[in-house]
């Protein structure tokens, strides 16, 4: 640890630190007093823990846990904050429309329009939003890691209540509360993800099967497909034509994929935040009537229709196994019927077919990203030399994952001709 009364600047501001400013010290400081309401207490010591390093967003250089002590009226307190670092990317990310808008974090911590949410829904308090030299953005905030559960996979229920306290809150825009109108809420987050999807998805071309002859050993192993050049699949027969089928289904609906985007400007409109990844909610160890959700990492925050972000909740959790293989399908309509249940409670009487429909079109749509990348799998199960358990088992998951997006863009279809007289 670094004590800040016994040591000097040079000393604090070592290569290895993040803080490498007098400037930084100073927000560091500010930011504490503002932590534990005290304008005049004095940082004794500090040290610093990197969270999540290798896996940041594009647009991320770097998330810190720093803590520490400070002494107020002579009292030693321990305190903990997070030193978020934000920074250009690629040129769409300049695009304040584009859903990785590089400066938006810092946009909205800076318009507190966070700081008092609807319903059951809370963010991390802001102390700081520094703004650092070579275009970086320093976001200096609360530590809500206490609310955090260790488990990769939560249990039905716990989703079940995420998907409720979100309905709640998409609800209260729905029944009278403003939507904000900052120009820097990206207008449309799915038609811009699945953009980015085409721009950054791996190539694939179309599985061909071929002829099963040859040696005991190619007929045991199963015959050839090509994604790409000729690879080998890990079993025969269904598994090739699984491939194919996925691919056909993929390539065509693909190809009416905007059309189906932009069937979600007829839904009504709600503020997401559009990156519920486990990662980045922390629940109350204990769940009481009042109990609060407390969502970080608003950087894809959105307009977008009502159920959409419900998708995004349910693919990206059941795509990272957050969500137990065995409980995927069962998931699927628990978190669907517990966020109506949300949006009923908070009074919006709507037609709940509109919530499914963003719901379903949302879930297919991941198969933009995931399709592809599942074809790579498979390929790259041929070239191995030998059988890889681990990844058969991703192929076989992501395989049910992309059973339930075919199913959702089917029932959304259905929905769209019945609600849209969309064809």
């Known amino acids: 640890m670094k004590d800040m009364g016994n040591i000097n600047e040079e000393e604090q501001l070592g290569e290895n630190s993040i803080l490498q400013s007098s400037e930084d010290v100073e927000y560091l400081v500010r930011s504490v007093q503002k932590l534990l309401e005290e304008p005049d207490a004095v940082i004794q010591s500090w040290e610093v823990e990197p969270i999540n390093p290798g896996l940041l967003n594009f647009t991320t250089s770097g998330i810190y846990r720093i803590r520490g002590t400070a002494t107020v009226v002579g009292v030693l307190l321990s305190w903990s904050l997070v030193l978020k670092c934000i920074k250009p990317d690629s040129a769409e990310k300049e695009d304040v429309t584009y859903h ?28 700081a939003v520094q703004h650092k030299s070579e275009h970086t ?71 061909k099967l071929e002829s099963g002859h040859g040696d005991d050993d190619t007929r045991a192993r199963g015959r050839h497909i090509g994604v790409g050049d000729s690879v080998r699949y890990s079993s025969a027969g269904s598994k090739h034509e699984q491939a194919h089928s996925i691919w056909q289904w993929f390539n065509q609906y693909s190809g009416q994929m905007d059309k189906v985007l932009n069937s979600l400007d007829h839904l009504p409109h709600v503020l997401s935040h559009q990156d519920l990844a486990q990662g980045n909610i922390f629940m109350p160890s204990e769940r009481l009537d009042d109990s609060v959700l407390t969502l970080i990492d608003w950087q894809f925050m959105s307009i977008s229709g009502v159920g959409e972000e419900l998708g995004k909740l349910f693919g990206v959790n059941a795509s990272f196994g957050h969500i137990a293989a065995e409980d995927i399908y069962t998931a699927k309509e628990e978190v669907f019927n517990r966020y109506v249940h949300g949006l009923r409670t908070v009074g919006w009487m709507g037609d709940e077919r509109l919530a499914r429909y963003g719901y379903c079109v949302s879930i297919a749509a991941r198969s933009m990203w995931e399709v592809p990348e599942w074809l790579k799998w498979v390929e ?15 192929i076989s998951t992501r395989a049910q994952i992309i059973t339930i997006q075919k199913e959702m863009s089917f029932e959304a279809a259905e929905l769209a001709h019945a609600l849209f007289n969309q064809e």
């Open 137 to 207: 953005i320093g976001l200096w905030m609360e530590d809500v890691s206490r609310h955090s559960k260790s488990d990769h996979v939560w249990p039905l229920d716990d989703w079940g209540w995420i998907a409720e306290r979100l309905g709640e809150f998409h609800g209260a825009y729905l029944t009278g509360t403003s939507l904000p109108q900052q120009e820097w809420i990206c207008p449309h987050w799915l038609k811009s993800w699945v953009r980015g999807c085409r721009q950054y998805a791996p190539v694939i071309q179309e599985p």
């Open 380 to 394: 790259q199960s041929w070239i191995a030399s030998g059988i890889n358990d681990e990844l058969e088992q991703k």
């Open 100 to 127: 990785n808008y590089w400066k938006r974090e810092a946009e909205i911590l800076s318009s507190g329009i966070i700081d008092h949410l609807p319903g059951r829904i809370i963010a991390p308090r802001c102390f």
